[in-house]
Nanobody
Framework: QVTLVESGGGLVQAGDSLTLSCAASGRSINTFYMAWFRQASGKEREFLAGISRLGRGTHYADSVKGRFTISRDNTQNMLYLQMNSLKPEDTALYYC????????????????????WGQGTQVTVSS
């Protein structure tokens, strides 16, 4: 079992930057594909970004490409999401997720469905 805990959310203004963190415990993440998702009120959960086991491969949703950057530090068992040029439409509950079997190559362009999820951290962007 692995537990994931997100942090770093908050209230910011449009155009601001924010970095989210995800701390993993119970198991090392060096064998896990990891990803970020978000869910806005009344909307379905949306895939944002994924990162390969060693952090050398990434993929992004069109809605955030060029603005968000996913990264990881396996020595610290941490996952990060750097968010720039935030917009009000970025307001959502942000989740980190992990899966020991998924890979970007295996997904072949499909939306990932990871096995493990955090509880989420709220990001609110005001206009």
């Amino acid at each position: 079992q692995v537990t994931l805990v997100e942090s770093g959310g908050g209230l910011v203004q449009a155009g601001d930057s924010l970095t989210l963190s995800c701390a993993a415990s119970g198991r090392s993440i060096n064998t896990f594909y990891m990803a970020w998702f978000r869910q806005a009120s009344g909307k379905e959960r949306e895939f944002l970004a994924g990162i390969s086991r060693l952090g050398r491969g990434t993929h992004y949703a069109d809605s955030v490409k060029g603005r968000f950057t996913i990264s990881r530090d396996n020595t610290q068992n941490m996952l990060y999401l750097q968010m720039n040029s935030l917009k009000p439409e970025d307001t959502a509950l942000y989740y980190c997720a992990a899966d020991p079997e998924l890979s970007i190559q295996r997904l072949n362009g499909r939306t990932p469905r990871p096995d493990y999820w955090g509880q989420g951290t709220q990001v609110t962007v005001s206009s």
